[in-house]
């Protein structure tokens, strides 16, 4: 088991950019996958990207080209760089680290797109 904690948030104009990074307590170097989800009051937690321990990427649709993920295992840190944000990111992002079928989850970090 890993505490991850999500840091970065914030209020954002649109066409803004943000970078959210996840901190883990424990080495993330073999944890196969890591990932960022977000979720909507009254709406399901929805996949954002995900990247696994041998770097390879992937993106839900509407983020991809504007999102990035990457993770630096000597910093047991993730990272999701957000740019050209719309409103509808608008979210609380959270972090997950998942391991076979355990899946560990940071508390949380709101992102606001607003002007």
């Known amino acids: 088991q890993v505490q991850l904690v999500e840091s970065g948030g914030g209020l954002v104009q649109p066409g803004g950019s943000l970078r959210l990074s996840c901190a883990a307590s424990?080495?993330?170097?073999?944890?196969?996958?890591m990932a960022w989800y977000r979720q909507v009051p009254g709406k399901l937690r929805e996949f954002v990207a995900t990247?696994?321990?041998?770097?390879?990427?992937n993106y839900q649709g509407s983020v991809k080209g504007r999102f990035t993920i990457s993770r630096d295992n000597a910093k047991n840190t993730v990272y999701l760089q957000m740019n050209s944000l719309k409103p509808e990111d608008t979210a609380v992002y959270y972090c997950?680290?998942?391991?076979?079928?355990?899946?560990?989850w940071g508390p949380g970090t709101q992102v606001t797109v607003s002007s």
């Open positions: 990247i696994t321990s041998g770097g390879r990427t």
């Open positions: 997950a680290a998942r391991s076979g079928s355990v899946i560990d």
């Open positions: 424990g080495n993330i170097f073999s944890i196969p996958l």
